[in-house]
């Protein structure tokens, strides 16, 4: 297997050199074996997706976050949401409490995926995008984690649960009658 290597603050770090993931996302791989691998469930990195992309368009209109970027992030954030980028999200539902891993794992995902959509490649040292300065801009993973959770429990409610119980309650009535 082919690596590249990623720095971050607590130093360099070898990624598999075709995931669209980082230093942060590769420690917590190497260090969080435990239960499935990618068993973080796809409606919170969906939510996180819907997340990223309002914070990348507010982070615009309040002028910290130039326009190129922000529509950058939303594309990316675009094939979150129609599950092209499914394979990149490897970590296990158990990690720390604040999901700071799950929260780095999208930014970095969105960051490089971006850099590639630009024309970048995995490999180059400096990125277009940075995970945290700018797809992190202006947020902490203790805000994000629980809000990317609020989404999907919200998003399951009103797509699968509501919808579920309706249908229950209708096929009840018609075979009372």
Known sequence: M?????KDTMGE???PADKYWGAQT????????????GSMPKEIIVAF????????ITNNEAGVLPKNKSVLIGKVCDEILKGQLDDYFPLVVWQTGSGTQSNMNV??????RGHVLKGGK????????????DVNKSQSSNDTFPTA???????ILVETTIPGIKKLRDTLAKKSK
């Not at 082919?2 to 990623?6: A, F, K, Q, T």
């Not at 180059?124 to 995970?131: D, G, I, M, Q």
């Open 2 to 6: 082919d690596y590249r290597i990623e």
């Open 49 to 56: 997706g819907y997340l990223k992309k309002a914070a990348a």
């Open 13 to 15: 770090v070898k990624v």
């Open 26 to 37: 590769q420690r917590s791989v190497e260090n969080f074996k435990i239960g499935e691998p």
């Open 149 to 155: 959770m609020h989404i999907a429990a919200y998003k």
């Open 107 to 112: 930014n970095e995902v969105i960051a490089y």
């Open 122 to 133: 995995l490999t180059n040292k400096e990125k277009f995008l940075h995970p945290n300065d």
